[in-house]
């Protein structure tokens, strides 16, 4: 989803003498609030359903922007005119929005994820969900990533990981004929190539390494995998196995920047850490030889 504020430009008509733009504007549009209190006017008409209640898109801060949501399809461009109670009501939001404002806003629907269905599945016992296709399961899986990528995107990673986690458990506890097979594990090779990389940024390098060690049992010569691999290896200070992922991750893109600046990382992390370890080693030796030898006074 997509808000922008905007002042107010009459395309249909010139409206009565004395009126403003917004009474101009507020002639041809469409009330969605039952009171005047929401008006609408589509730019461009979206496609599919309407947005339910219970769909996510980015954080919603106007009650008038709620309700003018709940009226959009995907890839719909509308304007709306948001009365002062739909909007900053009588504070405003100083010192761009006087008090008891009326705004205009133009709105582009980009997409939204509806998680009622999931929620719902997800709450059925594992018996229950074995009553339904694949499918299904697949569906309610992917919905749950990717409400677990909107999390993500937010930088919420502890959410993210439960919306990952949930969908994982859907495929791991759902067997399929083994024909069908290869859209369960290209399912979960998605997911845990995501808890991977949320490990990583929740600062657990451990549980990352798992998780990208699991996607390479699925696919071992995936480059996201032995990337991920390579960077909790890193975290973790074991340099040799942070090495061999990231050269198995570069054979399969020898072109990757991403992949190409953690070897350099490496290696310059490599090259401190045996510094300090010559350093430690020679003062040590030259303590030995400069400390008293046995049967000195």
């Known amino acids: 989803m997509v808000g922008n504020p905007r002042t107010p430009g009459v395309k ?23 009171d005047q209190g929401v008006l609408k006017d589509v730019i461009r008409e979206g496609a599919g359903e309407l947005v339910t209640p ?9 009650w008038g922007m709620e309700l003018g949501l709940l009226s959009m399809r995907r890839g719909e461009l509308a304007r709306f005119l948001f009365k002062p109670t ?16 009326t705004v205009l806003f133009e709105i582009e629907l980009l997409d939204f994820l509806d998680s009622a269905e999931s929620d719902k ?6 018996e229950q969900q074995d009553q339904f ?25 502890y959410d993210a990981k439960v919306r990952y986690k949930r969908a994982l458990l859907l ?31 929740l600062e ?26 390579g960077q909790a290896c890193l975290l973790m200070t074991e340099y040799q196995k942070a090495r061999d992922f990231l050269v198995r991750a570069q054979k399969e893109q020898p072109f990757n920047h991403d992949i190409n600046n953690e070897l350099k990382k490496l290696a310059s992390y ?14 040590m030796f030259a303590f030995c030889d400069n400390g008293p030898t046995v049967g000195e006074k």
């Open 133 to 157: 296709p694949l499918q299904k399961v697949l569906k309610v899986a992917a919905t749950e990533r990717e409400f677990g990528n909107y999390l993500f995107r937010q930088n919420r990673f």
């Open 12 to 34: 249909r008509g010139d409206g009565a003498p004395g009126q403003s733009p917004y009474q101009r504007l507020s002639q041809w549009m469409q009330d969605i609030s039952g």
């Open 270 to 283: 490599y090259r401190d850490y045996t510094d300090k370890e010559k350093e430690m080693c020679h003062r």
């Open 54 to 62: 219970d769909a996510s898109v980015l954080d919603i801060t106007l």
């Open 171 to 201: 495929l791991r506890r759902r067997s399929a004929p083994p024909e069908e097979q290869h859209l369960v594990e290209a399912a979960k090779l998605l997911v845990l190539l995501n808890l991977s990389f949320t490990y990583l940024k």
């Open 204 to 229: 657990q390098p451990t549980r990352a390494l798992h998780y990208g060690e699991q996607a390479l049992i699925i696919d071992q010569k995936n480059a996201k995998a032995l990337f991920r691999c």
């Open 86 to 101: 739909y909007a900053y009501g009588t504070l405003g939001c100083p010192p761009l929005i006087p008090p008891n404002t």
């Open 121 to 126: 599945f997800c709450a059925l016992s594992a």
